[in-house]
């Protein structure tokens, strides 16, 4: 599928919108998310155009998989104490995964006991 320049991430990286930055680098840009569902909440995006995970792992360069993989551990590092009991990436793909935003992003949730994957089944 297409890539939607229009998403909200997109936005956010063409600075049209605002966000609560974290990080940026060449590679990624990293913020809070609006409604958090944990008391640390962040994103990682990447600033290419890539929809989902296997957009990103089929047609983003070396430098960019190297990139971002490396951002989203600069972050975690950036968050440090207020996630030093451990955290959870996610990434969620497609109608089935509860992808909202068609940009591929990193959810970096912690901050106290997660417990185990999903809720509902
Ligand atoms: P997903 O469901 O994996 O696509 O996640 C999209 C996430 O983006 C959700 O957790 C939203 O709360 C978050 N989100 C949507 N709009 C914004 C925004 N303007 N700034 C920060 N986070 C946002």
Redesign the pocket.
């Known amino acids: 599928m297409a890539y939607d320049s229009n998403n909200?991430f997109a936005k956010?990286l063409r600075s049209e919108?605002p966000?609560e930055k974290i990080f940026e680098d060449d590679f990624a840009l990293a913020?809070h998310?609006?409604?958090p569902q944990a008391p640390v909440h962040a994103?990682v995006i990447p600033k290419g155009p890539y929809e989902n995970y296997a957009a990103f792992a089929a047609d983003a360069s070396d430098e960019e998989l190297i990139g971002f993989t490396r951002a989203v551990s600069e972050v975690v590092e950036m968050l440090g104490g207020s996630i030093k009991g451990g955290y959870r990436l996610i990434a969620?793909c497609g109608a089935h995964g509860?992808?909202?935003?068609p940009h591929y992003?990193v959810?970096i949730l912690g901050g106290k006991a997660l417990g185990r994957m999903v809720a509902d089944k």
């Not at 509860?98 to 935003?101: D, N, P, R």
């Open positions: 909200i956010i919108i966000c913020f998310d609006i409604h994103l969620n509860g992808q909202e935003v992003h959810h």
